[in-house]
């Protein structure tokens, strides 16, 4: 059994930003609900595009504030419950640390520890700086700062890679 990669970091504000900005659109990029948003919205922007040639100030109003809503309202709104629900975590600015072996990850906090089979994990998702663990329907952010050093991140990834979790991006 070979050593286990080792994973140490704190869960704060920077780290919960970063996570809801990679996790948000990693769901919008593997979504079919996309598509459908797109189907309405442009159907709303006919109606726009009506409203303006009618006369019509109900629907013009209607169709903007739903348009406004869809690119503009829906993230910001999200975004503003994830840093609630930040701010009254028990993990706020708490160290945590992740033993990953072939068993599994071992994940222990203040609050106690936990363990997951590779089995449990939907997928590792690598990105330029960071690695997100989905375990539906959650998402596990890890900075590269949790990492001792690159050979670790490398190693975690290719232990994932072997369990046939790791993500093609």
């Known amino acids: 059994m070979s ?12 780290n919960v930003e970063k996570l809801f900005d990679s996790s948000y659109k990693y769901l919008f990029n593997h979504s079919a609900k996309r598509y459908i948003g797109w189907l309405f919205i442009a159907i709303l922007q006919f109606g726009v595009v009506a409203a ?11 169709s903007s504030i739903v348009l406004l809503y869809w ?6 709104i999200a ?26 990850l071992d994940i222990q906090g203040s ?20 690695v997100m663990i989905y375990r539906h329907p959650h ?11 690159l050979e670790e991140k490398s190693r975690f990834k ?7 979790k790791l993500s093609e991006r």
């Open 3 to 14: 050593k286990p990669v080792e994973i140490r970091y704190r869960w704060n504000r920077e």
């Open 52 to 62: 303006l040639k009618k006369g019509s100030v109900g629907i013009l109003l209607f």
């Open 71 to 76: 690119y503009y309202g829906k993230k910001s």
């Open 79 to 104: 975004r503003r419950r994830v840093r609630k629900s930040f701010e009254a975590s028990p993990f706020k600015d708490k160290t945590i640390a992740i033993d990953a072996t072939d068993a599994g």
């Open 111 to 130: 609050e106690g520890a936990i363990h997951w089979d590779w089995e449990e994990i939907d997928e590792v998702i690598p990105l330029e700086e960071a």
């Open 139 to 149: 998402f596990h952010y890890i900075p590269a700062s949790g990492f001792a050093s």
């Open 158 to 164: 290719s232990m994932a890679k072997r369990h046939h």
